[in-house]
């Protein structure tokens, strides 16, 4: 095989496989909330404190922010975690925390997100991905 065989199956094949991938990350998360609202507990908490940090993955930087948030569980007990957020919580806003009773700080989010936009991407994705094979499909008949 060729550069001029292999390039137009290579590029679908990549457009098609990665954003399933990223998809099934999504997915995965999207599950885990979820299954923390559904069988979870809830309870108030209070934004503690705004984390900036600056992150490079590869060469490109970019800056998280991060929201320090604390609650007190259904065992009484004062729990504290950090969640990725694109919502901008000032300190000392009150959130709802959803949590698994077996392991509260491992599984506290705020669902800041909702479940609508991470639910949007992966619909987009996994668009992308099936126009690609599509396109592999065809291209290869």
């Known amino acids: ?3 001029k065989t292999v390039i137009p199956i290579a590029l ?3 457009f098609a496989l990665f954003p399933a991938l990223i998809a099934l990350v999504y997915g995965r998360e999207i599950r885990r909330r ?5 069988e979870g507990l809830s309870a108030p908490g209070r934004c503690l404190a ?3 940090r600056r992150t490079s993955h590869f060469g490109d930087e970019r800056a998280e922010l991060r929201h320090r948030i604390g609650f007190t569980d259904a065992r009484g007990q004062w729990t ?3 969640e990725e ?3 901008s919580l000032r300190e000392g806003d009150a959130v709802t925390v959803y949590y698994l009773a077996a392991d509260p700080r491992a599984t506290a989010t705020t669902d800041q997100y909702g479940l609508a936009g991470p639910r949007a991407i992966v619909a987009v994705l996994l668009l992308v991905s099936a126009a690609a094979t599509l396109f592999l ?3 290869l008949s």
């Open 137 to 139: 499909v065809r291209a």
């Open 85 to 87: 957020s694109s919502l």
């Open 50 to 52: 705004r984390v900036h």
């Open 34 to 38: 979820g299954r923390i609202r559904r």
């Open 12 to 14: 679908p094949a990549g």
């Open 1 to 3: 095989m060729d550069l």
């Open 80 to 82: 504290e975690f950090q």
